[in-house]
């Protein structure tokens, strides 16, 4: 079974005016996303800024989303560190916290990262996904690899449809698109779904798409550039003019 179907959220991490983290005010965007279709909950992804969070942030976010969204609705938790010993600690913690899953940006300068994701895999005690986000972590994960590691599902951010379709041919876990411009095509091709951060804006667009409207995905990739423009603060931005939540941000403060 896979951990979810459907459209997950790489949900925005929340903050004060003084910059100190907010989990009370993200659990409850996160329980209003759930409320509007958003099957699965990323926590400290790319998009929550999980590279300004301190562990103990970490935990606290992911139990602050776990209580506040019901329990057929996955928490994901992001791990991705430079090394597997820190992506595996972070593991333990994410699992000992409550997350159901964890999330694995694959290593920075680590053309094989099969050793990586072994480490991670020793310390997960539920399902572990990896994460080929190449921008933000160079080279990413070789398609022909995806085989080889102790993983149950892959979400690709690389926004490569050709990649994405070369996925679905040989990888037999979950795959879920983290591009919101690949949501339709995603599902079209029989991927569990996606990840993504329009869903912290356009949730039911998103949905839609998902499902193969036309118009929906449109709207979803018009929604999604202009929030991209500025990341992650234009997220956080179009996130507030729906739901009234907090524009601050850490990353570049």
Do not use: W
Not at 8 to 24: I, K, N, Q, S, Y
């Amino acid at each position: 079974m896979a951990l979810f179907t459907g459209v997950g959220v790489a949900l925005v991490t929340l903050f004060r005016p003084d910059g100190a983290l907010d989990a009370p005010a993200t659990a409850d965007l996160a329980a209003q996303l759930t409320g509007l279709g958003v099957r699965c909950l990323l926590v400290a992804g790319t998009t929550g800024e999980a590279a300004s969070l301190t562990p103990g942030e970490r935990d606290e976010l992911v139990a602050a989303v776990r209580a506040a969204v019901p329990t057929d609705v996955p928490v994901l938790a992001g791990v991705g560190a430079p090394t597997g010993r820190q992506a595996a600690e972070l593991t333990e913690r994410a699992f000992a916290g409550g997350a159901d899953a964890v999330l694995a940006l694959s290593p920075p300068g680590v053309a094989d990262p099969r050793r990586y994701y072994d480490a991670v895999a020793k310390a997960a005690t539920g399902p572990l996904l990896a994460y080929h986000l190449p921008r933000a972590s160079q080279p990413g994960i070789p398609v022909d690899l995806l085989a080889d590691l102790p993983i149950s599902g892959l979400k690709d951010s690389s926004g490569d449809a050709a990649r994405l379709l070369h996925e679905r041919e040989v990888f037999a876990g979950d795959l879920y698109t983290g591009a919101a411009s690949l949501l339709a095509l995603c599902g079209l091709i029989g991927g569990a779904g996606g990840l993504v951060a329009a869903a912290n804006l356009v949730p039911e667009d998103c949905v839609a798409a998902l499902a193969g409207d036309g118009a929906a995905q449109v709207r979803v990739g018009t929604a999604d550039r202009m929030a991209a423009v500025d990341f992650p603060s234009g997220y956080k931005r179009a996130a507030a003019e729906r739901f009234g939540t907090s524009t601050v941000t850490r990353v570049g403060a």
